[in-house]
């Protein structure tokens, strides 16, 4: 029996490899993502960075995520080669979601399908790295099978 004044809403998202015409729409949820975790946010070298990895993918890829026609996230994953892990492997680099849009198995669905499309292009892993402080992104991953590197992964800046 319905509930009088109950409505179920299903919102579905569209999930697609980005373009330099998604541009000014992707740096403004960049600039969401900088913001939300306190990064350095510099407009003209991000614009300059994204607009690179547009238009070289043997770069890495950005898939942009939408929900009625409004940008809500990105995932953006990084080639490199690995001896290790026989070839052409990939760093899910950044991955975020507006607020709005987190909880409804939206961030299930975009990995499905950065998986798929990369699985497809012969890319064997995926490495990623989480934020402690992130337990529900934590936990998505772990759902999708990813598992925590005996490694830690280091940094270091050259400029």
């Known amino acids: 029996m319905a509930q009088r004044g109950l409505w179920f809403v299903t919102v579905t ?5 980005a373009t330099l015409a998604d541009l000014p729409g992707l740096l403004a949820v960049v600039r969401q993502f900088y913001q939300h975790f306190e990064f ?8 300059k960075l994204l607009e690179e990895l547009l238009i070289r993918p043997e770069l890495g890829r950005l ?12 995932a ?3 080639f490199w080669f690995s001896l290790e892990f026989d070839g052409r492997t990939a760093l899910l680099d950044e991955f975020f979601l507006v607020p709005e849009a ?11 399908v950065v998986e798929s499309e990369l699985r497809q292009d012969g890319i064997r892993v995926i490495r990623l790295e989480v934020d402690r402080a992130q337990a529900r992104a934590a936990t998505l991953y772990a759902r999708r099978g990813y598992v925590a590197s005996a490694r830690e992964l280091w940094c270091k800046e050259l400029s």
């Open 63 to 74: 898939w942009l995520v939408s929900q009625d026609k409004k940008i809500v996230g990105y």
């Open 102 to 112: 987190r909880g409804g198995g939206t961030g299930n669905a975009v990995l499905e």
């Open 76 to 78: 953006l994953v990084a």
């Open 13 to 17: 998202s569209e999930t697609r490899v």
């Open 40 to 47: 350095s946010w510099h407009e003209e070298r991000k614009r």
